[in-house]
């Protein structure tokens, strides 16, 4: 069954340095989306991306945050500055549609020190 | 502020209970909704989307959804001590792009 991969599982940082999580996206699927997850809290929309372009932010995707779709399959999400409080469990989700269920990837824990 | 509201737990019942989770929502213009099962450190994992009025089933699950209440439900019949898990309501908030709104998620304890 075709599914949503992320790499790396685990990231650890420093804080100011630039981090770049990775995901694969569901190969016939053509929406994108970051999520984020802080420990014990609610899982909370970032971004979501479409034909090459963001298609809606939230307030927390800010300016140093930033997504590109460097190929046919990778779709990632850069933090260029990051902070402590960014330190959470990000997942990756596809669609094969607009309104469609999103599928999620099994997620990159980030931790910065 | 467009929220989702789920009860935190958590929800205890015996093997082979029905096991009933529920979800409110502000925004009455939402047009999908999906519950989605969390285990401890992994990620969320679809169970049931649902659309329109009514009660969706698919095997053991059951999703029910009164738009006009902006309540959804989520029913789990002959539950498994393998269904303890967090279980996220989810909402489309009808803001043009799908962007999903959770809730903080109930969890739910199904003991032997």
């Known amino acids: 069954e075709p599914e949503v991969t992320q790499t790396p599982s685990h990231q650890v940082t420093q804080m100011g340095q630039e981090v770049i999580l990775r995901c694969v996206p569901i190969?016939?699927?053509?929406?994108f989306y970051w999520y984020r997850q802080i420990l014990g809290q609610k899982v909370e929309f970032l971004v979501s991306?479409?034909?090459?372009?963001?298609?809606?932010k939230s307030e927390i995707f800010d300016d140093q945050f930033s997504v590109e779709r460097p190929d046919g399959s990778n779709f990632t999400l850069k933090i260029r500055s990051t902070k402590l409080e960014d330190s959470a469990m990000y997942f990756c989700?596809?669609?094969?549609?607009?309104?469609?269920?999103?599928?999620f990837g099994p997620g990159t824990r980030l931790t910065v020190l | 502020q467009k929220e989702v509201e789920q009860n935190s737990g958590p929800l205890s019942v015996p093997e082979g209970a029905i096991a009933s989770l529920n979800c409110t929502y502000s925004?009455?213009?939402?047009?999908?909704f999906f519950w989605y099962r969390q285990y401890s450190g992994k990620s969320p994992e679809l169970i049931m989307f649902i659309y329109s009025n009514g009660d969706k089933e698919d095997g053991r699950f059951t999703a029910q959804l009164n738009k006009a209440s902006q309540y959804v439900s989520l029913l789990i019949r002959d539950s498994q001590p393998s269904d303890s898990a967090t279980y996220l309501c989810a909402v489309d908030m009808n803001t043009g792009f799908q962007k999903l709104v959770f809730g903080t998620g109930t969890r739910l304890l199904v003991s032997p």
């Open positions: 989700a596809s669609s094969e549609a607009d309104y469609n269920e999103q599928f």
């Open positions: 925004d009455r213009g939402s047009q999908s």
């Open positions: 991306f479409y034909n090459n372009e963001i298609s809606e």
């Open positions: 190969s016939n699927h053509l929406y």
